[in-house]
């Protein structure tokens, strides 16, 4: 039953329903996502190896037994390898790892190869779909754009462009409602909230719910695993 | 030429956040200032801070010296944004916020045919600035200048450190309970081995197979029998 329910939970991570993935593909360090991926085979392992572990039990085969123990061992393996890393890889994602990739690669013209190139239009869309549809702007506020250089600045004019037109408060098509009220800056004419919440929030639920969901099994599956090398050495030839 | 008593001042309400930006500013508009001068044209004067002292107020806008596509090398100061008291009438409006911004237009910046563009800064100043009143191409009336308005410098983002967040104590919590878990489950494995090879444990009874095999109860009735017959 826990193989079934890892399964799934790491079934929807995977499948990204906040859209964030491409800007942890930028940072070279997708790692959760890996986690997740071993996460949904072994739930799946876990899940057949206990049907195994029944059909042992039942008949009080030793053999039979004896590999599900060693199997496990190895599902527990991964498990761990996976809640490790998921653990490990959420302590990179701060608030500056995201504004220094935003700066270096929101709306640059000039990519350095291919590479750099789709993480380019990744960051970029996932950019703009999160300040629109969460009304926020830059990763701690619309000064992101005034304190740093960016590649945004290169090619947009500070004066016209103080920060992205996708900062400008927008009506039902998309159009900024003033765009001189958004230049300048006024309340109510502009998101002034930053988008680390935003990110932060699926990310750090993500990183954890692997983390600790894995966990969890885990300490189950020690428990049924000690028990059943303890049945294990019980049982008379 | 008349001393007007006002000091251009950056706007203080509403907040804005981009009051002062890389290349612009948001001043307030001098409402009922120039009141007295209504046949005067309203000029802002901007002016890097060390060039102040020696203005000369008698230097006509759209000059070669008040160009704005000179500043600041080949000229001072330059003088845009005209305007007359239509446009700064004293009435209060409320809700309507009034404000300059100096450094807008864009579009002008390096045409030498619009000497009084209100392009964006070239720098980050500090600049000062005042409103002068002209009359035909005779000064009037003047404004105090302005304090020192600094404006924003960026710094490259290769300056954000992205490798100062450490290890977080529910991360090393897990790695510690986990590996101590594993340890302990390949200590079993290992035991286990250990016992099969040997038959210590001789192994209890409770677990044992179900033996398929049925008792006989013995009929002892030919002992019984002997004594009934002796008798």
């Given at each position: 039953m826990c193989g079934i329910a890892l399964t799934a939970e790491c079934i929807y991570f995977v499948s990204d329903p906040h859209g964030l993935y491409p800007l942890l593909e930028a940072t070279e360090n997708n790692d959760i996502y890996a986690a997740a991926w071993i996460g949904i085979f072994v739930g799946f392992a876990l899940f057949a190896l206990s049907i195994l572990g029944i059909i042992g039990i039942i008949k009080s085969d030793r053999t039979l037994l004896l590999v599900y123990i060693i199997l496990m061992l190895i599902t527990f393996a991964f498990e761990m390898a996976s809640c490790i890393t998921a653990a490990t890889h959420r302590d990179f994602f701060t608030p500056n790892l995201f504004l220094k990739q935003m700066l270096e690669k929101y709306q640059k013209t000039e990519p350095a190869n291919d590479n750099d190139k789709w993480m380019i239009e990744g960051v970029t869309k996932t950019w703009n779909k999160l300040m629109l549809q969460n009304h926020c702007c830059g990763v701690l506020g619309p000064s992101d754009w005034q304190e740093y250089t960016s590649a945004f600045r290169d090619t947009h004019n500070d004066a016209d462009y103080p920060w992205p037109r996708q900062c400008c408060a927008m009506n039902a098509q998309g159009i900024p409602i003033n765009l001189d009220g958004c230049k300048l800056g006024v309340p109510g004419y502009y998101n002034s909230n930053g988008c680390y919440d935003a990110i932060s929030g699926p990310v750090n639920t993500h990183a954890w719910g692997v983390a600790w969901f894995g966990f969890a099994i885990l300490c189950w599956t020690f428990c049924v695993l000690l028990g059943t090398m303890f049945y294990w050495s019980g049982i008379e030839y | 030429v008349d001393r007007v008593r006002y000091v251009p001042f950056l706007t203080k309400t509403p907040m804005l956040e981009g009051l002062t930006t890389g290349s612009t500013f948001v001043l307030e508009q001098p409402r009922c200032v120039f009141d007295k001068y209504r046949n005067a044209d309203i000029w802002l004067v901007v002016a890097l801070e060390n060039t102040t002292a020696t203005f000369n107020n008698s230097v006509a806008p759209g000059t070669a010296e008040r160009a704005f596509q000179n500043f600041p090398n080949r000229a001072p100061a330059y003088m845009t944004l005209n305007a007359t008291l239509a446009n700064y009438p004293c009435s209060e409006q409320r809700g309507n916020i009034t404000v300059l911004r100096v450094g807008s237009e864009t579009s002008c910046a390096r045409d030498k045919e619009r000497p009084t563009c209100n392009g964006?800064?070239?720098?980050p100043g500090p600049y000062q600035v005042k409103f002068l009143a002209l009359e035909g191409s005779e000064p009037v009336a003047e404004t105090f200048w302005s304090l020192p308005i600094m404006l924003r410098t960026a710094k490259s983002p290769n300056s954000i450190s992205t490798t100062d967040g450490g290890h977080s104590a529910g991360m090393i919590a897990l790695t510690t309970i986990l590996s101590i878990l594993f340890a302990i489950l390949l200590a079993g494995l290992v035991a286990m081995f250990v016992f099969w090879g040997s038959d210590a444990c001789g192994g209890s009874s409770t677990f044992s197979k179900p033996e398929a095999v049925s008792v006989r109860r013995y009929n002892t009735h030919h002992v019984y029998d002997q004594p009934a017959a002796r008798l």
């Open positions: - | 964006p800064l070239p720098g």
